[in-house]
T-cell receptor, first 114, second 113 residues
Framework: GAVVSQHPSRVICKSGTSVKIECRSL??????MFWYRQFPKKSLMLMAT?????????EQGVEKDKFLINHASLTLSTLTVTSAHPEDSSFYICSADRGAGELFFGEGSRLTVL | GDSVTQMEGPVTLSEEAFLTINCTYTATGYPSLFWYVQYPGEGLQLLLK?????DKGSNKGFEATYRKETTSFHLEKGSVQVSDSAVYFC????????????FGGGTRVLVKP
């Protein structure tokens, strides 16, 4: 089956630093990828839609200057958490659309900001 | 806006027990409905889906029927196994692309031998 890989799976950083999370579709091209945030014991909340070759579309309440999304190729989208703070600690999940709305999810990346 | 509500867990069962996870939704149009499963250490995987009223999605012994009159999409399995231990998410999508999902809160299921 189709595979989507996220890296890193876990990252710990100091407050004020920036962290980049990668989402790769390994065996298909994805013009659209999605970034979700999952709080403990909570649902996945859509943060933004990442579109290859164009700007990401952010959901209401998500700071686009804090969560920078780049979708430079058909197999890679990156999420950069800039000037991270402890409240940004969370589980970030990406998904990639293989076409016709068929979605595949990454394993997730757990960010801990000290 | 759209929303999905599912029963909170954890749900603890013995092997071969019957499993039901309730899911109801609110949507402005005619959404497609999904159940995703997240096994420990893995990404979400599509378990089953239904795209219109009265459709039944099924996979790996799990079933769910799209009930428009009750806006529900309850997940059932007649005889669970230890390997079914996971977190289950109900979700919906609307719109032409059908790829923007709204998730429920997730239900953790633990099956004991």
């Amino acid at each position: 089956g189709a595979v989507v890989s996220q890296h890193p799976s876990r990252v710990i950083c100091k407050s004020g630093t920036s962290v980049k999370i990668e989402c790769r579709s390994l065996d298909f091209q994805a013009t659209t990828m999605f970034w979700y945030r999952q709080f403990p014991k909570k649902s996945l909340m859509l943060m933004a839609t990442s579109n290859e070759g164009s700007k990401a579309t952010y959901e209401q309440g998500v700071e686009k200057d804090k969560f920078l999304i780049n979708h430079a190729s058909l197999t890679l989208s990156t999420l950069t958490v800039t000037s991270a703070h402890p409240e940004d600690s969370s589980f970030y999940i990406c998904s990639a659309d293989r076409g016709a709305g068929e979605l595949f999810f990454g394993e997730g990346s757990r960010l801990t900001v000290l | 806006g759209d929303s999905v509500t599912q029963m909170e867990g954890p749900v603890t069962l013995s092997e071969e027990a019957f499993l039901t996870i309730n899911c109801t939704y609110t949507a402005t149009g005619y959404p497609s409905l999904f159940w995703y499963v997240q096994y420990p250490g893995e990404g979400l995987q599509l378990l089953l889906k239904a795209t219109k009223a009265d459709d039944k999605g099924s996979n790996k012994g799990f079933e769910a029927t799209y009930r428009k009159e009750t806006t529900s999409f309850h997940l059932e399995k007649g005889s669970v196994q230890v390997s079914d231990s996971a977190v289950y998410f109900c979700a919906l999508s609307e719109g032409a692309a059908g790829n923007k999902l709204t998730f429920g809160g997730g239900t953790r299921v633990l099956v004991k031998p």
